[in-house]
């Protein structure tokens, strides 16, 4: 693996511009730290979510269906932690990447919306998105409003009544569109992991579908997370600085 930082003279990140440029097939996988230059707290951070509210306490689909009100305050302090964020540099680069048929999309643990807001067309949620209700007795769906996160009322399906939860994949429920996903992975020989340690399945697997198939790693991080060497290049730094500083390198 070699290691890239932003602001310094490296013979490396012209190696990584070269392969990037010379990729027939560029996906990004994200997670919780690309969002986090958007003042959105990772879940398992200081101050995030889960020092908040426990996931076995409050986010299952068991505590959802037993005590939906129980329920209903996580999902009260999650869209409020939402509401009115902006996609940042990090996003924006992506969605120019996109734009420029540099990259193909991005499949995201993230549930915020901001790569959609930057601009990026082809957008795979693993666990769902947190603009719409949904109704899991009968499928039924609708846009969630900030009035749904600043009241104390639960809403209910307009068709039979049920409680409704964000469109979000909680504890105990299937990751979504993990079929289509595997069929858009296939054929990818370079694989940009950002914002994500990636051990929790089925994202852990991605990475490694790449490798398996000849394809490179580059990723995008803090500290180094991805584990047993797989990553090609590392980037170590601020989301929004590393990417931008790799866009930059790119065009120069």
Not at 22 to 30: D, E, G, I, N, P
Not at 71 to 82: D, I, N, S, V
Not at 111 to 138: F, M, P, T, W
Not at 159 to 176: I, M, Q, S, T
Request: charged letters at 20%; hydrophobic letters at 40%.
């Amino acid at each position: 693996m070699k290691t890239i930082v932003p602001g310094r003279e490296d013979q490396f990140l012209q190696e990584a511009v070269e392969a990037f440029s010379s990729a027939q097939k560029v996906v990004a996988l994200t997670g919780a730290g690309i969002s986090v230059p958007s003042g959105i707290p990772d879940f398992r951070s200081p101050g995030g979510l889960w020092t908040l509210f426990s996931p076995d306490e409050y986010g299952t689909i068991e505590v959802f269906r037993n005590d939906p009100e129980k329920a209903w305050q996580l999902y009260r302090e999650l869209g409020k932690g939402l509401q009115d964020k902006k996609p940042n540099r990090a996003h924006q680069v992506l969605a120019e990447f996109e734009a420029k048929q540099m990259l193909r999309g991005v499949v995201t643990q993230n549930i915020d919306n901001l790569h959609q807001s930057a601009g990026s067309n082809k957008v795979y949620e693993i666990h769902g998105d947190h603009q719409h209700l949904q109704c899991i007795r009968c499928e039924y769906l609708i846009e969630a409003e900030e009035d749904h996160y600043n009241t104390d009322t639960i809403p209910l399906c307009a068709d039979c009544n049920a409680p409704l939860k964000p469109n979000v994949v909680l504890f105990g429920e299937a990751v979504r569109r993990l079929d289509d996903i595997h069929d858009f992975i296939a054929g990818c020989d370079l694989l940009m992991v950002i914002g994500t340690s990636a051990q929790v399945y089925p994202a852990a697997a991605l990475p490694t579908i790449v490798k398996q198939h000849g394809g490179k790693v580059y990723e995008f991080n803090m500290v180094e997370a991805l584990t047993h060497g797989i990553s090609d290049f590392f980037f170590r730094g601020d989301l929004s600085s590393t990417l931008p500083a790799f866009r930059e390198a790119i065009f120069t």
